[in-house]
């Protein structure tokens, strides 16, 4: 995928560039397996583009959302 490719989810509309960047609707980008950790893995619909593991890639412990740090 190129650089200025984008997929759009159609279950939660979050914008995906370039294969791994992912624009949020708040906040700084961050990558497939973040938006894994904190959104997919709960949501469970059908159409979502971020279920394929080896699209995701790995999550991290800080992928995973945590109030405590600013």
């Not at 490719?5 to 960047?21: A, H, L």
Request: glycine share 8%.
């Amino acid at each position: 995928m190129s650089e200025n490719q984008q997929e759009i989810c159609p279950v939660c509309q979050v914008k995906i560039v370039g294969g791994d960047k992912v624009l949020f609707s708040s906040g700084p980008p961050g990558t497939r397996a973040k938006l894994w950790a904190r959104v997919c893995q709960y949501v469970q619909k059908h159409g979502c583009i971020n279920q394929e593991p080896d699209a995701v890639g790995n999550v991290e412990p800080e992928d995973y959302y945590n109030p405590d740090i600013s």
